[in-house]
């Protein structure tokens, strides 16, 4: 008990001392390091096992850990040598890409991952869907003849052709927008994240394959000459095959290099003549993309609606860049705001002054997120989270990112209306707006895996709003921990928000003349690593709910 009080006692200290910061210093570093629950506790309960999103991926995922243990089972009483070779050649395969990489990522870890810790990394799933597709189908067919009546029915549905396709070609958008180095994105590590889990020659070839025909010419080199380099390691196939492949590379690369295409970046500066010139001189050759981030140093954000989103400012957002104003910057501040919902204060910071953009940190406490996170596995449903329209990246369009994320709405069916109801007490707070039942939408939550985007949008559209039932504003809420990735990106703003797990950000749909607030444009980045868990909290009202203001342009 004292040790809660004195702790009491320092926030109070604090808060008085300094109620608004300079952002030099870091909210979440302010004070203390170790924050105390709001609920007065300080013992933290463990969330559910977050491997378990997507229902399909989730289910390949355990229905193939299934079909190895029965394989296991079988094995020592399979007769015919043909199957039996058939058989040990899939249980080699399973367990080097998924026990042994899990080993691996776990020992960098410093702990021990189950199977479902497949859907967190993009390269499992991957290798996962190679393995449904191009082995099992063959496999199971020779089961079935030499055991008609005895080889059960593992999985549900299989991923198609067109499912891997799609995949491959998001793999190969995760390097191009998140600008990797290609050798290091190979062997697993991603910026300062090393997972120890590669690809191998023949994944890299097809990665190569998949960038030459969305164009992406300098991806494709490199995944061809990262082919090249593991097969002469791992001797998995000649290395000379892969010539006549590179040679092709290049003669598009350098037949197309004037191509005006504002999606596309992936052209290096300069074109390159020869297969041999480029191998020679591959350390000198930089990627348009690569060269517009070192060069410019001033973000374009007009606020105009048609000049809102290109690709170059989408992956310079993503990667954490920030491009407010020092003007801007100078207004922004961090304050503890005590509300009368408790004696703990939220640690508030100010991201964007006009229009409004809060980051609430620490807003949820992890016990909270328990019970949405486990209505979402029990209730989720599939849904499209990626690009749509011209402005998309055509890489990323497809059928299976349907598989990649997963959405719920909390309905009367809940077990706990309690906690949605301090939650939009809590909400209501903090925005200054009513965000009770009856003026909000219902709680939604969502889950995403590695690959999963969500394209540039509005929340509130006049299309289907009217004046008297429109979103007013917006509360996400980070329910969890993504490993890398899954920043939400504000074109307009210059900026991305990091989901900070258990903090929140509000940001106003409407301006105070009841139009959309059109600055607020913005998006999901790709999550690289790891599950994104979001709740959203649309608050809704009228005309009449707006504050009014002498300026017609607010």
Same mark, same amino acid.
């Given at each position: 008990?004292?040790?809660?009080?004195?702790?009491? %006692?320092?926030?109070? /200290?604090?808060?008085?001392?300094?109620?608004?910061?300079?952002?030099?210093?870091?909210?979440?570093? #302010?004070?203390t390091s170790e924050s105390i629950p709001l609920d007065g506790t300080s013992e933290k309960?463990?969330?559910?096992?977050?491997?378990?999103?997507?229902?399909?991926?989730?289910?390949?995922?355990?229905?193939?850990?299934?079909?190895?243990?029965?394989?296991?089972?079988?094995?020592?009483?399979?007769?015919?040598?043909?199957?039996?070779? !058939?058989?040990?050649? @899939?249980?080699?395969?399973?367990?080097?890409?998924?026990?042994?990489?899990?080993?691996?990522?776990?020992?960098?870890?410093?702990?021990?991952?189950?199977?479902?810790?497949?859907?967190?990394?993009?390269?499992?799933?991957?290798?996962?869907?190679?393995?449904?597709?191009?082995?099992?189908?063959?496999?199971? +067919?020779?089961?079935?003849?030499?055991?008609?009546? $005895?080889?059960?029915?593992?999985?549900?549905?299989?991923?198609? $052709?067109?499912?891997?396709?799609? #995949?491959?070609?998001?793999?190969? =958008?995760?390097?191009?927008?998140?600008?990797? *180095?290609?050798?290091?994105?190979?062997?697993?590590?991603?910026?300062?994240?090393?997972?120890?889990?590669?690809?191998?020659?023949?994944?890299?070839?097809? %990665?190569?394959?998949?960038?030459? $025909? #969305?164009?992406?010419?300098?991806?494709?080199?490199?995944?061809?000459?990262?082919?090249?380099?593991?097969?002469?390691?791992?001797?998995?196939?000649?290395?000379?095959?892969?010539?006549?492949?590179?040679?092709?590379?290049?003669?598009?690369?350098?037949?197309?290099?004037?191509?005006?295409?504002?999606?596309? #970046?992936?052209?290096?500066?300069?074109?390159?003549?020869?297969?041999?010139?480029?191998?020679?001189?591959?350390?000198?050759?930089?990627? +348009?993309?690569?060269?517009?981030?070192?060069?410019?140093?001033?973000?374009?954000?007009?606020?105009?609606?048609?000049?809102?989103?290109?690709?170059?400012?989408?992956?310079?957002?993503?990667?954490?860049?920030?491009?407010?104003?020092?003007?801007? +910057?100078?207004?922004l501040k961090c304050w503890y705001n005590f509300l009368p919902s408790g004696i703990f204060? !939220?640690?508030?910071?100010?991201?964007?002054?006009?229009?409004?953009?809060?980051?609430?940190?620490?807003? &949820?406490?992890?016990?909270?997120?328990?019970?949405?996170?486990? @209505?979402?596995?029990?209730?989720?449903?599939?849904?499209?989270?990626? /690009?749509?329209?011209?402005?998309?990246?055509?890489?990323?369009?497809?059928?299976?990112? *349907?598989?990649?994320?997963?959405?719920?709405?909390?309905?009367?069916?809940?077990? *706990?209306?309690?906690?949605?109801?301090? &939650?939009?007490?809590?909400?209501?707070?903090?925005?200054?707006?009513?965000?009770?039942?009856?003026?909000?939408?219902?709680?939604?939550?969502? =889950?995403?895996?590695?690959?999963?985007?969500?394209?540039?949008?509005?929340?509130?559209?006049?299309?289907?709003?009217?004046?008297?039932?429109?979103?007013?504003?917006?509360?996400?809420?980070?329910?969890?921990?993504?490993?890398?990735?899954?920043?939400?990106?504000?074109?307009?703003?210059?900026?991305?928000?990091?989901?900070?797990?258990?903090?929140?950000?509000?940001?106003?749909?409407?301006?105070?003349?009841?139009?959309?607030?059109?600055?607020?444009?913005?998006?999901?980045?790709?999550?690289?690593?790891g599950d994104k868990w979001l709740s959203n909290k649309w608050i809704i009202g009228s005309?009449?709910?707006?504050?009014? =203001?002498?300026?017609?342009?607010?």
């Open positions: 008990m004292p040790s809660i009080i004195l702790a009491i %006692l320092a926030l109070l /200290f604090c808060a008085s001392s300094a109620l608004e910061l300079s952002l030099n210093n870091s909210c979440k570093e #302010y004070c309960e463990d969330p559910p096992a977050t491997g378990v999103l997507s229902h399909t991926v989730a289910s390949w995922i355990h229905q193939e850990y299934q079909f190895y243990m029965y394989l296991l089972d079988i094995f020592q009483t399979v007769l015919n040598e043909d199957l039996a070779d !058939y058989i040990e050649s @899939y249980l080699d395969l399973y367990e080097e890409q998924v026990l042994n990489s899990l080993f691996n990522w776990g020992t960098v870890l410093g702990q021990e991952l189950d199977v479902t810790s497949v859907s967190k990394h993009p390269f499992l799933i991957f290798k996962m869907l190679r393995r449904l597709v191009l082995e099992y189908p063959d496999l199971q +067919k020779a089961l079935s003849e030499e055991f008609p009546q $005895n080889v059960p029915d593992f999985f549900d549905t299989l991923p198609r $052709n067109e499912d891997l396709a799609e #995949y491959t070609s998001l793999l190969v =958008s995760l390097k191009y927008l998140s600008s990797f *180095n290609i050798s290091d994105f190979c062997r697993g590590t991603f910026g300062q994240i090393v997972t120890n889990i590669s690809l191998s020659a023949s994944e890299s070839l097809s %990665l190569a394959q998949a960038a030459f $025909n #969305y164009q992406f010419y300098s991806s494709a080199l490199e995944f061809l000459v990262n082919a090249q380099d593991v097969a002469r390691d791992t001797g998995e196939f000649d290395p000379e095959n892969i010539e006549n492949d590179l040679a092709w590379a290049v003669i598009e690369h350098d037949a197309n290099w004037n191509t005006k295409n504002p999606l596309n #970046y992936d052209f290096y500066t300069k074109k390159l003549g020869s297969v041999t010139n480029y191998l020679k001189n591959r350390g000198t050759f930089i990627t +348009k993309l690569n060269f517009l981030k070192s060069e410019r140093s001033v973000y374009n954000h007009t606020g105009e609606v048609d000049n809102l989103w290109t690709n170059e400012q989408y992956q310079l957002l993503c990667s954490g860049r920030n491009f407010q104003t020092e003007n801007q +910057k100078r207004r204060p !939220y640690k508030m910071e100010l991201l964007n002054e006009d229009p409004r953009l809060l980051k609430i940190h620490e807003f &949820l406490r992890p016990r909270m997120a328990i019970p949405l996170k486990k @209505y979402l596995l029990k209730t989720g449903q599939e849904t499209y989270a990626g /690009f749509k329209g011209d402005e998309a990246i055509h890489a990323f369009q497809g059928r299976f990112l *349907n598989k990649l994320s997963t959405y719920t709405r909390f309905d009367e069916d809940f077990e *706990n209306p309690q906690l949605v109801k301090e &939650l939009e007490r809590e909400v209501s707070l903090i925005s200054n707006l009513d965000a009770s039942a009856s003026h909000s939408e219902l709680l939604h939550a969502s =889950s995403s895996l590695p690959g999963a985007v969500f394209g540039p949008h509005h929340d509130s559209h006049d299309d289907y709003e009217t004046l008297f039932n429109f979103r007013l504003a917006t509360m996400l809420i980070y329910l969890g921990d993504t490993i890398m990735g899954g920043r939400t990106a504000f074109y307009n703003l210059g900026l991305s928000v990091e989901p900070e797990p258990y903090s929140a950000i509000l940001w106003d749909n409407r301006r105070k003349n009841c139009e959309v607030e059109v600055r607020n444009f913005h998006g999901g980045c790709p999550v690289i690593l005309i009449q709910d707006r504050r009014c =203001s002498t300026n017609p342009l607010e």
